[in-house]
């Protein structure tokens, strides 16, 4: 069975699978997944995706909602130590891979790749993730098209970092309509959207 996107990612601590866990029924009500929970220093940042195949990213209305339920679930079961800022956000058009639900949820992109414990000129590895499992990935580094594509299995315990990479459209054709520039102050796009609330837990 595939693993389910808000999956503890290996590494993660109680203090992060208890958010989690609060996340989780909130996310479904609000028909979104939980892609990711981390805490790094003093922010503890909850990421939220629409559903594999939605049409569209999460809005900034709904991610101000999530971050109300969750502010006010967090103030009544106090999980987090300590002062730390809350950031709920969506993964973006670029979006970081940690877990095997990450890779699996992205395979057909395009993704870049640093690696640890290989050979300097083998550290970075670009291509398009053709496979995922529970302890490695393909990906394929050649053009599909051509004999003998070259297709790399790496196992997550050699993934430093990851990301998926974002590809534009073809470019216009010489004569077509041009593409009208931004208003100053429009709003940015859902995939840019973040809402933050800071937080301080008080002793009893």
Partial sequence: MAQHPSTPAPGDGPVIE????????????LDLDVYDV????GTLRVTLDTPPGSSG????????????????????TDPVPGR?????????LERSMRTPAHFRREVGKRVTLRLTGVASDRRRLD???????????????????VPGSDERVVSYDQIDRARTVFEWGPAPKPGGPKKQKPKSGSKRTPQERSATKHKENHAS
Wanted: without cysteine; negative net charge; aromatic residues 2%.
């Fill in 18 to 29: 208890r958010v989690r866990s609060l996340v989780a029924p909130i996310a479904t009500d």
């Fill in 38 to 41: 981390e805490q790094r220093g």
């Fill in 84 to 92: 730390y800022t809350l950031e709920v956000s969506s993964p973006g």
């Fill in 127 to 145: 291509g398009v993730l053709v496979a995922a499992d529970d302890t490695t990935i393909t990906v394929r580094t050649g053009d599909a098209e």
């Fill in 57 to 76: 990213g999460v809005d900034l209305d709904t991610l101000a909602l999530a971050t109300r339920l969750l502010s006010r679930e967090l103030d009544h």
